[in-house]
C-alpha cells in the first residue's frame, strides 16, 4: 500500500486543522493505520491509531482530548481532526499503516510523506 498524506499548514493557536492521507495500492481495510509526528530537533513520535474497522482508537497523551482520528475504507482514507492546537503541535506529520496495532513505540511497515504543520502563538 502507498499512503500520500495531506492537509498541513500554517495555522494559530486554538484554531483547528485536518489532515486526510490516501492510501492506494492495497487492501486498505486490512491495515491497522496510525499518524506520527516528528517536531524540529526531536524524535518521531506516536500521535494515534486506529484499528481496521475504525472502531477503536489510541492517542497520545499530549493529544488526548484535541485530536481525533477516524477512518473511511470505501474512500481509503485516514483522518486526523486537530483541534485547540498549541505551538508544540508543530511537527511534520506522517501517515502509517501496519499489519499490527500502531502505539507508543511501534515502527510501522508503511510509511506516507509527511506534512508540514505550524502552529503560531
Known amino acids: 500500500v502507498q499512503l500520500q498524506a495531506s492537509g498541513g499548514g500554517l495555522v494559530r493557536a486554538g484554531d483547528s486543522l485536518k489532515l486526510s492521507c490516501a492510501a492506494s495500492?492495497?487492501?486498505?481495510?486490512?491495515?491497522?493505520m496510525g499518524w506520527f509526528r516528528q517536531a524540529p530537533g526531536k524524535e518521531r513520535e506516536f500521535v494515534a491509531g486506529?484499528?481496521?474497522?475504525?472502531?477503536?482508537?489510541n492517542y497520545a497523551d499530549s493529544v488526548k482530548g484535541r485530536f481525533t482520528i477516524s477512518r473511511d475504507n470505501d474512500k481509503k482514507t485516514v483522518y486526523l481532526q486537530m483541534n485547540i492546537l498549541i505551538p508544540e503541535d508543530t511537527a511534520v506529520y506522517y501517515c502509517?499503516?501496519?499489519?499490527?496495532?500502531?502505539?507508543?513505540?511501534?515502527?510501522?511497515?508503511?510509511w506516507g510523506q509527511g506534512t508540514l504543520v505550524t502552529v503560531s502563538s
Open positions: 502509517a499503516a501496519d499489519l499490527k496495532w500502531l502505539e507508543f513505540g511501534a515502527d510501522p511497515d508503511v
Open positions: 495500492g492495497g487492501t486498505f481495510s486490512s491495515y491497522f
Open positions: 486506529i484499528s481496521r474497522s475504525g472502531s477503536r482508537t
